[in-house]
């Protein structure tokens, strides 16, 4: 039986390939994710996020900051754009050395794993690449490649992307704040509305906005780096 055949359920068609881009963007997929605060942590020891309230806003703001840089990078090479070029660019814009690192860490994780569950000539071509040292590796650039591995529709699969990614937030806010798992929840299910709008962004982005707009998560990050008491990496 091959992986592309699909699964049929009470009327709903479900390729594999789909739910292997499902099971990539699960929590429990070992790449690190739950180490990484993008810069939560700080915004919680600064009682910039203290309350349900603070959270969404947040989140919102996360939200459109991601339109113009991880969700538009996985966009443009899932179109083919050159994954060298990207690849120095997303380093180049990712100044955070953390926020860098992080990426590069669960890039090379999020490689290891899935060319070794199956064939994924364009993950491992790039991950050559990362070995000769031509690229850095981000994640942002290897879920690109994925997506376009598995066929899926690039919007829904960017919408996936993009509600792992503030889920992970919101499970590091509860805690660090601590919120009640209800607020939390609350919070992503107010701003998960609004992740079509940021899909549309990303995918129509302009190569000369890619990168703008996430100056103050940047800070926030850098300050990170010298806070007193950690629990995460970012």
């Known amino acids: ?49 203290c309350t349900r309230e603070e959270l969404e806003s947040h989140l919102e703001a996360y939200l459109y900051m991601l339109s113009f840089n991880d969700l538009a990078f996985a966009a443009k090479v899932w179109e083919g754009y050159d994954i060298i070029s990207f690849d120095a660019l997303c380093s180049a814009l990712k100044a955070p050395f953390e926020m860098r690192t992080g990426s590069m860490k669960q890039c090379i994780r999020f490689l290891k794993l899935h060319t070794e569950l199956d064939s994924y000539p364009l993950l491992e071509e ?12 981000h994640y942002a ?11 899926a529709d690039l919007s829904e699969a960017l919408e996936l992307y993009c509600y792992s990614l503030l889920s992970s937030m919101v499970n590091h806010a509860v805690k660090l704040v601590p919120l009640r798992q209800f607020d939390g929840q609350k919070a992503l299910f107010a701003v998960a509305e609004k992740i079509p709008d ?30 007193f008491s950690r629990l995460y990496i970012t």
């Open 1 to 49: 039986m091959g992986t592309d055949i699909a699964i049929h359920m009470k009327g709903i068609t479900m390729n594999t390939k789909f739910i292997r881009l499902i099971q990539s963007l699960d929590p429990l997929f070992p790449i690190g994710s739950y180490t990484l605060s993008n810069g939560m942590e700080t915004y919680v020891q600064k009682n910039v996020v």
């Open 126 to 137: 790039y991950k050559k690449q990362i070995e000769a040292g031509v690229c850095d590796g």
């Open 141 to 151: 650039i290897a879920m690109g490649l994925f997506i376009k591995e598995t066929d």
């Open 198 to 227: 940021a899909i549309r962004r990303a995918v129509s982005m302009k190569m000369e906005d890619i990168g703008a707009s996430g100056c103050g998560f940047d800070i926030r990050s850098m300050q990170h780096e010298k806070l």
